[in-house]
């Protein structure tokens, strides 16, 4: 069974940080560009950042450009969110996903992602 689980949400002041982390499991996700994405209350869901299956390129919304670092571990099938100089509007629910095509170039659209977290809820306050 395919699954990805996150954790490391929680309650932060304004100017704080955050690791959100994301372990996979149930299938190899070496060759997948794995990414997360998060969904405000009454928002649709948004792409966040993204890292290619070498961890070698990486791309973000222009929102959280400079603040968020996503990495990845190959070996541990893990990738991870440092979220730093965090803003009352990154609060959301946080989701790790997986673009299962091998090798490919990081994607954006939501729809390329097949397998999905639960999420993990971020809450900033001012």
């Known amino acids: 069974q395919v699954q990805l689980v996150e954790s490391g949400g929680g309650l932060v002041q304004a100017g704080g940080s955050l690791r959100l982390s994301c372990a996979a499991s149930?299938?190899?996700?070496?060759?997948?560009?794995m990414g997360w994405f998060r969904q405000a209350p009454g928002k649709e869901r948004e792409f966040v950042a993204a890292?290619?299956?070498?961890?070698?390129?990486?791309y973000y919304a222009d929102s959280v450009k400079g603040r968020f670092t996503i990495s990845r571990d190959t070996a541990k099938n893990s990738v991870y969110l440092q979220m730093n100089n965090l803003k009352p509007e990154d609060t959301a629910d946080y989701y790790c996903?997986?673009?299962?095509?091998?090798?490919?170039?990081?994607?954006?659209?939501?729809?390329?992602?097949?397998?999905w977290g639960q999420g993990t809820q971020v809450a900033v306050s001012s």
């Open positions: 890292i290619n299956w070498s961890g070698v390129s990486t």
């Open positions: 149930g299938r190899t996700f070496r060759t997948d560009t």
């Open positions: 996903a997986a673009d299962p095509s091998p090798y490919g170039n990081i994607r954006a659209d939501a729809y390329a992602y097949t397998y």
